[in-house]
């Protein structure tokens, strides 16, 4: 057996899976304990402009958008200027015939989730989805619940079931991979700078101080 320069397979890209991203509203977000809401919204934010970004097939859905839980935070749909949002009524997101009709449309066998609540939004759908044979991941610091309980349990049930934990800023990272990808460099760390927290003030920081940059 002999090392080769390539990544590993249980790494995600850009082409290789589509994102869901579920129920990022007002409504949910209101009773959502485990994270503080500033962090959930920057995190969400990261993911989606990173999805953009990187042209990740991404599919949005809400549930009772204009009866009850309000619409979905402005910092995902201005990633997605003009994209549909899949209202539904079922808790579940995988029992929604028009969002499932997009899953088999986009036809990605591998799927990466977030939202709200992660007990409900993310375990109905990672759980179904598995059943079905999909691999699948959940960005669990773009995901809140009532508690931190709630969400850790949640967490829990969902890994022992085979779903593949990530963070915000590692899937994106993850999508880049190579400094070197000048293509997706000066995106990637925009993004990093506007959502991306302490490590976003560093890269402020080294750029402004030193004009460093990590590909050379």
Same mark, same amino acid.
């Given at each position: 057996?002999?090392?080769?320069?390539?990544?590993?397979?249980?790494?995600?890209?850009?082409?290789?899976?589509?994102?869901?991203?579920?129920?990022? &509203?007002?409504?949910?977000? @209101?009773?959502?304990?485990?994270?503080?809401?500033?962090?959930?919204?920057?995190?969400?934010?990261?993911?989606?402009?990173?999805?953009?970004? @990187? /042209?990740?097939?991404?599919?949005?859905?809400?549930v009772a958008?204009?009866?009850?839980?309000?619409?979905?935070? %402005?910092? !995902?749909?201005?990633?997605f200027p003009? &994209?549909?949002?899949?209202?539904?009524?079922? +808790?579940?997101?995988?029992?929604?015939?028009?969002? !499932? %009709? %997009?899953?088999?449309?986009?036809?990605?066998?591998?799927?990466? +989730?977030?939202?709200?609540?992660?007990?409900?939004?993310?375990?109905?759908?990672?759980?179904?989805?598995?059943?079905? /044979?999909?691999?699948?991941?959940?960005?669990?610091?773009?995901? $809140?619940?009532?508690?931190?309980?709630?969400?850790?349990?949640? *967490?829990?049930?969902?890994?022992?079931?085979?779903?593949?934990? *990530?963070?915000?800023?590692? #899937?994106?990272?993850?999508?880049?991979?190579?400094?070197?990808?000048?293509?997706? #460099?000066? +995106?990637?760390?925009?993004?990093?700078?506007?959502?991306?927290?302490?490590?976003?003030? $560093?890269?402020? #920081?080294?750029?402004? +101080? @030193?004009?460093?940059? %990590?590909?050379?």
């Amino acid at each position: 057996m002999s090392a080769t320069a390539t990544p590993g397979r249980l790494l995600v890209s850009p082409k290789d899976h589509t994102l869901i991203m579920i129920d990022f &509203q007002s409504q949910m977000s @209101f009773a959502t304990k485990s994270i503080d809401a500033v962090l959930l919204r920057n995190n969400a934010a990261l993911v989606a402009h990173a999805a953009a970004g @990187f /042209g990740v097939s991404t599919i949005l859905t809400t549930v009772a958008e204009k009866t009850f839980s309000g619409p979905m935070f %402005e910092e !995902i749909t201005g990633a997605f200027p003009g &994209q549909k949002l899949l209202d539904r009524t079922s +808790m579940n997101t995988w029992e929604d015939a028009a969002v !499932i %009709e %997009e899953v088999n449309r986009i036809g990605k066998k591998r799927l990466v +989730m977030c939202g709200l609540w992660t007990s409900v939004c993310i375990v109905g759908p990672t759980l179904s989805a598995l059943d079905q /044979g999909f691999e699948v991941y959940v960005i669990a610091d773009a995901c $809140g619940d009532v508690s931190d309980e709630a969400h850790e349990r949640a *967490m829990d049930r969902m890994v022992q079931a085979g779903v593949r934990p *990530m963070t915000a800023l590692q #899937y994106m990272l993850e999508l880049q991979r190579d400094w070197a990808r000048t293509e997706t #460099y000066d +995106m990637t760390t925009g993004i990093a700078k506007k959502f991306g927290g302490a490590y976003g003030l $560093g890269i402020i #920081y080294a750029k402004s +101080m @030193f004009g460093a940059s %990590e590909g050379h």
